[in-house]
């Protein structure tokens, strides 16, 4: 069977403008996909609401290394995530009764299996940084008032304390909290034994530290690194210019045989 020379060439174009606009549909959606990836920011805010989940948002640690949780206190309902932010240098987050507030919980409840502890987190993100932050997020099961603590040397005992929907009146508030902590005899991290932390005496100062942030919570926690992503600057598969030169020199060797 014989086609004519523009038969043959028309074919050739013809395939060659097929193959360049699946290029271009590939790119631009690998393009729209990457974006719509990075386009996610990291909520600094006290809360925020991701769909149904109310998210309250702590920072650990402040700006020129202070010792405190901004806020100490949240006022959070049942099922609403909190989330901690990690600052330098490190830090950890530890539940605890509010009579022994320096100690961890399971260490008081024995029967308490779901306490959390986040293991510690040592990170050079400042505050108000919007990647490489360090998090910890728990969920919270009721109403009841929760009460944790950093378990860093003697931060703790220097007012490194927190919780979620401490009472503002009566015997057990945020305030009576943090004065019981100041005069703890120790500061003690899961699983450390006690008279082996940091008492009221040791350095307060920051410390760089070990340690992971692998540790577990009371229902869902977990750490990770959260921040926008990034997206790559090679976005475009299947076809590239080495592709359309073959394509010329094909183009140019049909030519040829004819």
Same mark, same amino acid.
């Given at each position: 069977?014989?086609?004519?020379?523009?038969?043959?060439?028309?074919?050739?174009?013809?395939?060659?403008?097929?193959?360049?606009?699946?290029?271009?549909?590939?790119?631009?959606?690998?393009?729209?996909?990457?974006?719509?990836?990075?386009?996610?920011?990291?909520?600094?805010?006290?809360?925020?609401?991701?769909?149904?989940?109310?998210? =309250?948002?702590?920072?650990?640690?402040?700006?020129?290394?202070?010792?405190?949780?901004?806020?100490?206190?949240?006022?959070?309902?049942?099922?609403?995530?909190?989330?901690?932010?990690?600052?330098?240098?490190? =830090?950890?987050?530890?539940?605890?009764?509010?009579?022994?507030?320096?100690?961890?919980?399971?260490?008081?409840?024995?029967?308490?299996?779901?306490?959390?502890?986040?293991?510690?987190?040592?990170?050079?993100?400042?505050?108000?940084?919007?990647?490489?932050?360090?998090?910890?997020?728990? =969920?919270?099961?009721?109403?009841?008032?929760?009460?944790?603590?950093?378990?860093?040397?003697?931060?703790?005992?220097?007012?490194?304390?927190?919780?979620?929907?401490?009472?503002?009146?009566?015997?057990?508030?945020?305030?009576?909290?943090?004065?019981?902590?100041?005069?703890?005899?120790?500061?003690?991290?899961?699983?450390?034994?006690?008279?082996?932390?940091?008492?009221?005496?040791?350095?307060?100062?920051?410390?760089?530290?070990?340690?992971?942030?692998?540790?577990?919570?009371?229902?869902?926690?977990?750490?990770?690194?959260?921040?926008?992503?990034?997206?790559?600057?090679?976005?475009?598969?299947?076809?590239?210019?080495?592709?359309?030169?073959?394509?010329?020199?094909?183009?140019?060797?049909?030519?040829?045989?004819?």
């Amino acid at each position: 069977m014989y086609f004519s020379r523009s038969v043959i060439v028309s074919a050739l174009m013809g395939f060659a403008a097929a193959q360049s606009s699946q290029m271009v549909a590939a790119s631009e959606s690998l393009l729209a996909s990457a974006t719509s990836s990075s386009s996610g920011s990291l909520s600094t805010g006290s809360s925020s609401t991701s769909g149904t989940v109310n998210t =309250h948002i702590v920072q650990v640690g402040g700006a020129n290394g202070s010792l405190a949780f901004f806020p100490s206190n949240v006022v959070a309902a049942a099922g609403d995530l909190v989330q901690f932010q990690f600052h330098p240098k490190n =830090h950890s987050v530890v539940q605890s009764t509010f009579d022994q507030p320096c100690v961890p919980i399971q260490n008081v409840m024995a029967n308490k299996t779901d306490a959390f502890f986040s293991g510690y987190m040592p990170t050079n993100a400042s505050v108000g940084a919007t990647s490489n932050v360090l998090t910890y997020t728990i =969920h919270v099961k009721d109403a009841k008032p929760i009460w944790f603590y950093c378990s860093q040397a003697k931060h703790c005992q220097a007012g490194m304390v927190g919780a979620i929907n401490a009472p503002t009146t009566g015997n057990k508030t945020m305030e009576a909290f943090t004065a019981l902590a100041a005069s703890a005899a120790e500061n003690l991290s899961p699983g450390q034994a006690p008279g082996s932390g940091s008492s009221s005496s040791s350095s307060a100062s920051p410390s760089s530290g070990t340690g992971s942030g692998s540790g577990t919570s009371g229902t869902s926690g977990s750490t990770t690194s959260v921040g926008p992503a990034q997206a790559t600057s090679n976005v475009a598969s299947g076809l590239g210019s080495q592709s359309f030169f073959g394509l010329g020199a094909a183009v140019v060797a049909a030519l040829a045989m004819l």
